[in-house]
């Protein structure tokens, strides 16, 4: 028979034995116990004890914690170098192609 070996709601470990095995508790007295189960037990399931079940646990995704009033601030004189930045360099384009027009105009060579 196959026995996970259970402390605190979490396998950690899987046993073939005859006999229901023992382990003594961890290092803080919690008790490690047997629950008969099949091959599709592994360790690091967790064990629901009320419903006798094992299930893959999945880790909840951490929360996204919320900027600062000082990330908040950073961004956005981020964002506004950044859009001053575009400006400037729309400007000088913009300046660049009416030099080119102007001496298209005149006839002259660049």
């Known amino acids: 028979m196959l026995y996970a070996m259970v402390l605190k709601n979490r396998v950690i470990d899987i046993v073939g034995s005859n006999v229901i095995p023992e382990y003594p508790p961890d290092a803080n007295n919690n008790a490690v116990f047997a629950v008969n189960c ?16 094992f299930y893959e646990y999945a880790e909840p995704e951490p929360a996204m914690a919320q900027p600062t009033d000082l990330e908040l601030l ?30 298209a105009l005149l006839g002259g060579d660049r």
């Open 38 to 53: 099949d091959e599709d037990v592994a360790i690091g399931m967790h064990y629901d004890k009320q419903n006798k079940k």
């Open 74 to 103: 950073m961004q956005a004189q981020a964002d506004s170098e950044l859009r001053d930045l575009v400006i400037q360099q729309n400007q000088e384009l913009l300046a660049q192609q009416m030099t080119d027009i102007e001496v």
